[in-house]
């Protein structure tokens, strides 16, 4: 293991496959590595994630392991035990079932504690397998509009975002896990998708303030990170959200008081080409305000961010910080000790009850 001393850096890059190669160690031995993100492609089975996991860990114990893992369509654990969790939009759509002319209370509360039920399952088979940190919840609002986000958001109304988010929040600190907002401000009135485009949203600021970003200021303290969304928002900036000192410093930072950790969304996506290079991109998005830049699915290009980024001691030291307060704290039960859990077992039987899960 490498020696203790040694901070997270700001690059979260992703492995090649399965198991580590020699390039894939060469990469997270780098210290301006911080962090390593999974895909599909690196998940077989849950023996093989643990190995992996663990492969990760042994050459670097301060390195956060993240995975998008959102429940929907966006699951990359999805066999061998784990569970199918729903798109969040069934939440939402849970909260009005009750009744269909207004919003009960009894539905609303069914729908949170489903929420956290979700939360709790999807952070504690992931923590089992080794994994530290999932990119969820989604705040974006559903307009309709983006296709990208689409179901994964629980509803076009902010107050029902903020509190099913607030829940499924509360699971994930439940089984020791941290969370993540995304994509600030919101990504849900822009029509592209920002892995292959570059999306425009062009309503003002205040429209903006008053609707997309309100879970993000009602979340205030329980919001541990953020990423921005790859969105150009001209009324605003000429920059998008993740490379915008107005939206990460003056609006996130200062008039929102965020003091988690910001993380930029993937460098290597159509949505962040506006910043030229990708070492061009990393710079501006840790100028903007970001603590951490992700670059996946190129390995060619976090070879080149490594090789060429320049941060500072002080930025590096701020960003350290605020990456390590992500780490679990707590040693999670391995898979078979979760699987007698109580609280896990009461977790998984309310969303079955609740037709959530099969």
Request: glycine share 8%; hydrophobic share 40%.
């Amino acid at each position: 293991m490498i020696k203790s001393t040694m901070k997270p850096g700001p690059v979260t890059l992703d492995v090649v496959g399965l198991e580590l190669n020699a390039e894939d160690r060469r990469r997270i031995l780098h210290p301006l590595t911080g962090g390593v993100i999974l895909f599909g492609r690196n998940f077989a089975n849950r023996k093989q994630l643990t190995k992996l996991t663990a492969e990760i860990k042994k050459l670097r114990s301060d390195v956060l392991i993240s995975i998008d893992h959102e429940g929907g369509r966006v699951q990359r654990c999805r066999t061998d035990g784990f569970t199918h969790l729903p798109a969040m939009r069934k939440l939402g759509e849970l909260w009005g079932s009750k009744n269909k002319s207004s919003h009960s209370a009894e539905s609303a509360a069914i729908a949170m504690a489903a929420a956290t039920a979700c939360g709790y399952v999807l952070a504690a088979e992931l923590r089992a397998c080794g994994v530290d940190f999932s990119f969820t919840p989604v705040l974006d609002l559903d307009f309709g509009r983006s296709g990208v986000i689409g179901d994964r958001a629980f509803s076009r109304d902010p107050q029902i975002t903020f509190a099913l988010a607030k829940s499924l929040n509360e699971g994930l600190r439940l089984a020791g896990m941290a969370n993540c907002g995304k994509h600030f401000p919101g990504h849900g009135w822009a029509e592209a998708d920002s892995h292959v485009a570059i999306p425009v949203d062009e309503r003002p600021l205040k429209q903006i303030l008053n609707d997309d970003a309100k879970p993000y200021e009602w979340l205030d303290l329980s919001l541990t990170a953020v990423m921005p969304a790859h969105v150009i928002y001209p009324k605003v900036d000429k920059n998008p959200a993740g490379f915008s000192k107005v939206w990460l410093h003056s609006i996130l930072r200062q008039e929102l008081g965020f003091e988690g950790v910001i993380f930029s969304d993937d460098l290597s996506m159509e949505g962040a080409s506006v910043a030229g290079s990708v070492v061009k991109g990393a710079n501006m998005a840790l100028e903007a305000g970001c603590d951490a830049v992700l670059i996946c699915n190129r390995p060619d290009l976090a070879d080149q961010l490594l090789s060429q980024l320049k941060v500072s001691k002080a930025k590096q030291a701020e960003s350290a910080i605020r990456l390590n307060r992500l780490m679990p704290t707590a040693t999670a039960p391995a898979w078979d000790e979760l699987q007698s859990e109580a609280q896990y077992q009461h977790a998984k039987g309310l969303l079955q009850q609740l037709n959530l899960i099969g």
